[in-house]
């Protein structure tokens, strides 16, 4: 299992960002998709996760409505799309996989978005 995140950089307060993990060496329709965070000195957090076949999305409460996550099971891809960033969002985003009948995640590297002005 393979991923790799891109897309973060350094965006103003109030702008936006989208994230892509490519997923490879796998059945990636198969797979639960998950986007975490890990902001400096704060605990990894699960920000959004996707079904297998994209039907189900769920979000932390905090950040419905200005984070989307999708994914495209043709391009093995899955999107975070993150509007209306705030200081607060500044971190490191991690593209998780799970098989969908599994426990164990799978981790990419990570991508840093940071929200500054």
């Known amino acids: 299992v393979q991923l790799v995140e891109s897309g ?24 639960v998709m998950s986007w975490y965070r890990q902001a400096p000195g704060k605990e990894r957090e699960v920000v959004a996760s996707i079904t297998s076949a994209g039907g189900t999305t769920v979000y932390v409460d905090s950040l419905k409505g200005r984070f989307t996550i999708s994914r495209d099971n043709t391009k093995n891809l899955v999107y975070l799309q993150m509007n209306s960033l705030k200081p607060e969002d500044t971190a490191v985003y991690y593209c998780v996989a799970r098989y969908a009948l599994g426990t164990k995640n799978y981790w990419g590297q990570g991508t840093q978005v940071t929200v500054s002005s």
Request: proline share 4%.
């Open 8 to 31: 973060g950089g350094l965006v103003q307060p109030g702008g936006s960002l989208r994230l892509f993990c490519a997923g490879s060496g796998f059945t990636f329709s198969s797979y």
